[in-house]
């Protein structure tokens, strides 16, 4: 199950305590699930669970039978709510302050009696119209809504719980979204998913900590390459001078040194000087070496 869904599945798991709240949720799926007007009143959704909660408040809030369950088997399989009866449409739209006719789809603020039912109308929304993606990938929330209108008055409800959103259009539908993952760790645990908003940190943790270890690794085969290539201009070196003037042109407190490092490329600076007689640091072996170096320049 992708992590939206599982999202969709732990909001739809728990219903608000007061009936304000309740019919503020259902208000939510109803203005931003597939249609709500006086044609059409339904739901499309991938989550069986998010359609349950639908058919279950309908009747309760709104005094009609159940609505209508079809399986559509789309791009993918949609579980289908709707109210097949016009009468019924016209109740629930007088239910939540709707004619059904209006030009524009706005949010009825009428519908948010107490202070928690915005939670409980933008937990509808989400169900109906949310999508959060895997952490694993990226960082997004968006809800997805066809009327413009309803978009802004989406926005602005966000804001004033603090979630300040953006908009994007995408094929005709209006984009809201927050893209920070804090930002949607703490909306997750708004809209009552907090397992979901703990397995996203979690998952951002495992990968702070992946990048770090990457960039360590990166920084010491650096070191590495670094130390090889110092040697093997050493060992160059070396070998010029003996090979043209001869070892015993060098300096006498060079030549044991020379000799060490020829004779064993793969010696840290310490133990080249540790082998020294007398034993020399690991500084003064590095400017012993840079003294060699220089010779061979010369030549
Ligand atoms: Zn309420």
Redesign the pocket.
């Known amino acids: 199950m992708s992590f939206s869904s599982e999202t969709k599945k732990e909001i739809a798991a728990a219903l608000?305590d007061?009936?304000?709240?309740?019919?503020?949720q259902l208000y939510g799926m109803l203005e931003f699930g597939h249609a709500f007007d006086r044609e059409e009143i339904s739901l499309q959704t991938e989550q069986e669970a998010v359609a349950d909660v639908y058919d279950h408040l309908l009747p309760r809030l709104c005094g009609i039978p159940a609505p209508q369950r079809d399986t559509l088997r789309r791009r993918v399989t949609l579980q289908q709510s709707r109210i097949p009866d016009a009468a019924h449409r016209q109740k629930v739209l007088e239910r939540f302050g709707h004619s059904g006719s209006e030009i524009s789809l706005r949010l009825n603020r009428a519908n948010?009696?107490?202070?928690?039912?915005a939670r409980?109308l933008l937990r509808g929304a989400f169900l109906a119209c949310g999508a959060v993606t895997d952490p694993e990938h990226d960082y997004h929330l968006e809800f997805s809504v066809p009327h413009y209108n309803l978009s802004r008055d989406l926005l602005a409800l966000l804001r004033e719980v603090d979630f300040p959103a953006k908009t994007v259009t995408r094929s005709g539908s209006y984009i809201v979204y927050i893209k920070e993952s804090e930002r949607i760790e703490d909306c997750l645990t708004y809209l009552g998913a907090q397992k979901a908003a703990l397995e996203m940190m979690g998952v951002k943790m495992v990968k702070s900590i992946r990048n770090d270890t990457n960039r360590r690794i990166n920084c010491e085969s650096a070191n590495i390459d670094k130390t090889v290539q110092a040697t093997a201009l050493q060992v160059e070196a070396v070998r010029k001078i003996e090979e043209t003037v001869g070892l015993s042109a060098l300096p006498p407190e060079l030549q044991a040194l020379a000799q060490l490092r020829l004779d064993n490329p793969d010696m840290s600076l310490r133990d080249l000087g540790a082998a020294l007689e007398p034993p020399i640091s690991r500084s003064g072996v590095n400017h012993r070496l840079q003294r060699i170096l220089a010779f061979a320049e010369k030549l």
């Open positions: 608000p007061k009936v304000c709240c309740r019919a503020a948010l009696d107490c202070d928690g039912c409980a």
